[in-house]
T-cell receptor, first 112, second 116 residues
């Protein structure tokens, strides 16, 4: 069965420090990975997806199939990055609704 | 575009009462979803729909019903509210899926529901 884990419930870093939010997954097929973010008092929104291979708000994430990971990274954290971050997985070419799984989320707190 | 709109934002129900959580989207998306999020947990899929007239169960469908009579609307109904259904409910929509890429989901603001 597909599963997404995010080992840290809370991650606190100082402004300007590097950030890495961990995400590991298990899925037997071909996965597509996403990072969603929820800022305070805002709705959940897509941050980035591995297929796009782009950097959004300074964040990047690389899919490592060997380690089954999709860690989110940013070299220099900013206070406005404080939010809840969710890693999500869906199965390519499969029944989308049944194969879209979210991790439990990591709360990132960037301290001044 | 308003995107995905959910109503109400908050609700308190007594055990055994029923209610409908409303969800509408104005992006002409075919796919719509209902999730629940319990404290400290990830989102769990309740029901989803791939188009008007088509619905299917997700991971945790018991105690809920849905309908999809139009592309825009996807209401979620609780028939006999139970304390275990206390949660935050999110509705989402997406364009669809493909062999090479799945379209990302767009979320509503959520409905915070308490069953007492």
């Amino acid at each position: 069965a597909q599963r997404v884990t995010q080992p840290e419930k809370l991650l606190s870093v100082f402004k300007g420090a590097p950030v890495e939010l961990k995400c590991n997954y298990s899925y037997s097929g071909s996965p597509e990975l996403f990072w969603y973010v929820q800022y305070s008092r805002q709705r959940l929104q897509l941050l980035l997806r591995h297929i796009s291979r782009e950097s959004i708000k300074g964040f990047t994430a690389d899919l490592n199939k060997g380690e089954t990971s999709f860690h989110l990274k940013k070299p220099f954290a900013q206070e406005e990055d404080s939010a809840m971050y969710y890693c999500a997985l869906s199965g390519l070419g499969s029944n989308y609704g049944q194969n879209f799984v979210f991790g439990p989320g990591t709360r990132l707190s960037v301290l001044p | 575009n308003a995107g995905v709109t959910q109503t109400p934002k908050f609700r308190i129900l007594k055990i055994g009462q029923s209610m409908t959580l409303q969800c509408t989207q104005d992006m002409n998306h075919n796919y719509m979803y209902w999730y629940r999020q319990d404290p400290g947990m990830g989102l769990k899929l309740i029901y989803y729909s791939v188009g008007a007239g088509i619905t299917d169960k997700g991971e945790v469908p018991n105690g809920y019903n849905v309908s999809r009579s139009t592309t825009e609307d996807f209401p979620l109904r609780l028939e006999l509210a139970a304390p275990s259904q206390t949660s935050v409910y999110f509705c989402a929509s997406s364009k669809g899926t493909g062999e090479k890429s799945n379209q990302p989901q767009h979320f509503g603001d959520g409905t915070r529901l308490s069953i007492l």
